[in-house]
T-cell receptor
Framework: EAGVVQSPRYKIIEKKQPVAFWCNPI?????LYWYLQNLGQGPELLIR????????DSQLPKDRFSAERLKGVDSTLKIQPAELGDSAVYLC??????????FGSGTRLTVV | DQQVKQNSPSLSVQEGRISILNCDYT??????FLWYKKYPAEGPTFLIS?????DKNEDGRFTVFLNKSAKHLSLHIVPSQPGDSAVYFC???????????FGQGTRLTINP
């Protein structure tokens, strides 16, 4: 069974530029999560999807961040414009039900 | 407002000895607790979990203990092996929120 696939693995952009991350969850997993992990910290939830509906986006900075999950499968997370403080690892995870999260390898974003 | 805390940023243990990683939480609504292991450049991988109705769960070399009255859980690894060197994250959830709240992580180093 393929795991959660994220791309790109690494991204370096200049500040004020846009950037997008892509996530393909495990087949059959209805719940998809985007987490942000700053250096030396644990992951923090940005947004949670149940199928194509965003059911918890309270921690998503909506002035510059957006996300979508078309057809309830793949998801993209976008930042526009990026700021220096957005440098972090962006993790995608999926689950079926309450437990059993599986994380992808993450996208490491560096804003210069 | 750090609801899940891992107060030891790092821990060094000799190979063959017991590793004990600690975690404290503040939210009494948490009813499920997990430990994740993370290697560099990879996403967190699930290690072991425990429900609030139990006080101990064991899986091979890994045992998690939960003390609800103290709002404290710990992960015991015995015997410790060099491959156990990684960052360990404690996480907690409540069924209503269906999201994981992570601690800051503890970097475990197993010395030969």
């Amino acid at each position: 069974e393929a795991g959660v696939v994220q791309s790109p693995r690494y991204k370096i952009i200049e500040k004020k530029q846009p950037v997008a991350f892509w996530c393909n969850p495990i087949s059959g997993h209805n719940t998809l999560y985007w987490y942000l992990q700053n250096l030396g910290q644990g992951p923090e939830l940005l947004i949670r999807y149940e199928n194509e509906e965003a059911v918890d986006d309270s921690q998503l900075p909506k002035d510059r961040f957006s996300a979508e999950r078309l057809k309830g499968v793949d998801s993209t997370l976008k930042i526009q414009p990026a700021e220096l403080g957005d440098s972090a690892v962006y993790l995608c995870a999926s689950s079926q039900g309450h437990n059993g999260y599986t994380f992808g390898s993450g996208t490491r974003l560096t804003v210069v | 407002d750090q609801q899940v805390k891992q107060n030891s940023p790092s821990l060094s243990v000799q190979e063959g000895r017991i590793s004990i990683l600690n975690c404290d939480y503040t939210n009494s609504m948490f009813d499920y607790f997990l430990w994740y292991k993370k290697y560099p450049a990879e996403g967190p991988t699930f290690l072991i979990s425990i429900s609030s109705i139990k006080d101990k769960n064991e899986d091979g070399r890994f045992t998690v203990f939960l003390n609800k009255s103290a709002k404290h859980l710990s992960l015991h690894i015995v015997p410790s092996q060099p491959g156990d060197s990684a960052v360990y994250f404690c996480a907690a959830s409540d069924e209503g929120a269906q999201k994981l709240v992570f601690g800051q992580g503890t970097r475990l180093t197993i010395n030969p």
